[in-house]
């Protein structure tokens, strides 16, 4: 089976050759399996993988104030810091909540205004480009990305400890922010799909819900705050007759059945060691109405396991959540740099050679 059709068959319950896979991978992971595996380009490593999705480069600039713009009440940009990791990486970061310290939910009109104007999207001709130099080979499913984020982007702007009060104490202003994000990210699907929705087969939006333990706000709140505005921007995507991928990580079974019925076709990245997230769980219950991506551990077994232990968890995910179709083989988050080139390969060549139809 070609890429697209093995993706699609997944969706639709069809039979299959083998479970489609997805790669999410931090970029030295992908660079050290390049040179690992003596190639010379990404595509090649995808096509090494047997990976079935490809993204093309279309973002949303909306949400983020441009270079200059600073709101009246802004705290003091701090200092960019830098950290180094356990392993040896160096990260740079710099933690800045611009509206931090607004008092007034009217005092979001310029931050309104300003952003009318920043909509953006690649050039069509160079994304129909791109898609066509990537079906050279076979046909692939194509994704875009960076559809969204209302939540998490209400932190960043925010401050998610402010943003947490505000949803409690200043509702108002709560939902003025979201709504602003909220019809901005619409306009911006309408202008990609509009534009290059024939050469686009998913749309994947990012918003994370949960820890490890739960969510991050109650069933209630999400329902009041979150779920009708994600219902409006899925409708968006669904419109256009694209597939709706969302990943949103943590302990999320409470409102699993919420992202369904607002649109949710596929839900990434499973985490299938938090609380509710069982893998037998989540098919038993959602695994008719909800394709999984994900389900391979970058917290335990990736990283600190053998190859035989990623091999076991592959074909135990691909036995669980793969019967019947509806499960695409992927990580439980990015692949970090501590996990061993050995393990990622095991991933990837036993969901290649586990033949399922």
């Known amino acids: 089976m070609e890429s697209y059709e093995r993706v699609t068959a997944a969706l639709e319950r069809l039979p299959l050759d083998r479970v489609p896979m997805r790669l999410n991978a931090r970029t030295e992971v992908i660079a050290a399996l390049k040179v690992h595996l003596g190639l010379d380009s990404d595509e090649a490593l995808l096509q090494r993988l047997g990976i079935d999705f490809r993204y093309v480069g279309m973002r949303y600039v909306g949400p983020r104030p441009k270079p200059g713009f600073v709101p009246q009440n802004a705290p003091p940009r701090p200092q960019r810091q830098k950290a180094v990791s356990v392993d040896g990486y160096e990260n740079n970061f710099r933690v800045w909540a ?19 104007e920043d909509l953006s999207c690649q050039d069509p001709e160079s994304i129909q480009a791109m898609v066509e130099k990537i079906n050279a080979k076979e046909r692939y499913f194509i994704g875009v990305k960076g559809a969204g984020r209302i ?33 901005h990210t619409i306009q911006f699907l309408e202008k990609v799909l509009s534009t290059v929705g024939d050469v686009i087969d998913v749309v994947q939006y990012n918003d994370d819900l949960g820890t490890q333990r739960g969510l991050l706000i109650s069933p209630e709140t999400f329902r009041t705050f979150l779920l ?85 968890e592959v074909i135990e995910r691909i036995e669980v959540l793969g019967d019947g179709g509806g499960y695409i083989l992927d990580s439980t988050n990015y692949i970090q740099p501590d996990t061993s080139l050995e393990n990622v390969l095991a991933m990837f060549d036993t969901g290649r050679e586990m033949q399922i139809g």
């Open 98 to 116: 611009p509206f931090g310290n607004m008092a007034d939910v009217t005092e979001l009109d310029p931050y309104e205004a300003h952003l009318a």
């Open 228 to 312: 009708p505005r994600y219902a409006r921007i899925f409708e968006t995507v669904h419109r256009y007759g694209k597939r709706l991928f969302m990943h949103c990580c943590g302990a999320i079974r409470m409102v699993i059945p919420d992202l369904i019925d607002a649109g949710v076709e596929i839900l990434n990245p499973v985490q299938t060691g938090a609380v509710g997230m069982r893998a037998e769980g989540l098919k038993h219950d959602f695994g008719d109405r909800l394709t999984f991506c994900g389900g391979i551990d970058v917290q335990s077994t990736l990283p600190f396991g053998t190859p035989e232990d990623v091999r076991q």
């Open 151 to 183: 939540f998490m982007a209400a932190q960043e702007l925010r401050g998610a400890e402010q943003f947490m009060m505000d949803l409690m104490l200043y509702p108002e202003f709560a939902h003025r922010l979201l709504e602003i994000r909220t019809v």
